[in-house]
């Protein structure tokens, strides 16, 4: 048994969150309050409750949680205060001293009538006053292109990481269910253009997608790091790859268990153990922690208690987070 405790890694980075799950029901209500939203919950704790993931829900409910979130993170004024009280809360209570944060501006939009600029401005705003608040907190944002926006959509998304690229926009992301109509292919060209601006490109895939898919990614978007990847470890060419070409997965435990991608214990094991066996790079994160139920000091835990990791092998993950981070 390890004796050491995730409280002893020191300060932890935390390079997978979106910000629609990491937000305080608390919070959530003042901000449907203040707006004068219709929320389907006109009870606080029932609300509570439905914003936060209890047992594992299955990949298409757990999508299905983010609507009402976004939806209430779609004014200016709520991504200010989010962006500035999500930092602030990971910072004081959970050991993060990094985190890159990332959302959809287009889900925020209210169908066009919210401007992209107003959400994204006031959002590095929050986050920049959260780093003036803590010096050594380092913050980043990923803005979240989607597998259902028509390519036209996400090149927007593109076009306004680029315009903010100097001002804490960090990188792109894609992120979103499952769309029989998404393809790879068309997204190689806006790969092109990220990289080619120095933005940082992850992709979420090999989660609820096979390796078959991740292949794709790897070898016409050439990602600099993969949202999850955990399909990967039933393709040993595939891990090869990834080593070879240091694309490092963000991983994310429980949110693994709650998407049911990963059965229990046994099988995490078992994913984290041939990871390390391949030496395919990977991070460890939370996804979400409100929504998850966690937080990234648990999520260490977790893998320390169920002799997933060793302390040494969690010590190195987390310098490797810092060291792989968008943020410059
Ligand atoms: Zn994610």
Known sequence: METKTAAELGK???????????????????????QGMKLPNRDYFDFAKSVVIDGNVGYDDYLKMYDILEEIQSTPDSMFRLAEQVPTKLYQQDQIDLVEIRMNPMLRSRKGKIDLDHIIVYTLQGLERASLKF??????????????????????????????KNRGVIGV?????????????????????IHAEGLGLTIHTGEATDADEMWEVVTKLHPDRIGHGIACVHDAHLMEYLSEHQIVLETCPSSNFQTKSVKDMNEMRQNYRTLLDN????????????????????????????????????????TRAHAVTFIK
């Not at 932890?12 to 203040?34: C, G």
């Not at 010096?135 to 680029?162: C, H, Q, W, Y």
């Not at 992301?173 to 253009?193: C, E, H, M, N, T």
Request: glycine share 4%.
């Open 135 to 164: 010096p050594k907190l380092k913050t980043g944002l990923i803005l979240s292109m989607d597998r259902r926006f028509s390519a036209a959509v996400n090149k927007k998304i593109v076009e306004k990481a680029i315009q903010y």
């Open 279 to 318: 030496h395919v790079p990977f991070t460890i994160n939370t996804d979400g922690p409100i929504l998850q139920n966690t937080t990234l000091p648990k999520e260490y835990q977790m893998l320390l208690d169920n002799e997933i990791l060793t302390f040494d092998e969690a010590k190195k993950i987390n």
């Open 12 to 34: 932890l980075a935390d390079l997978h969150m979106h910000i629609s799950s990491s937000v305080t029901p608390e919070i959530l209500w003042d901000l449907a309050h203040e």
């Open 173 to 193: 992301d894609l992120a979103g269910p499952i769309d029989p109509k998404f393809s790879v292919d068309d997204l190689s060209g806006l790969a092109k253009r």
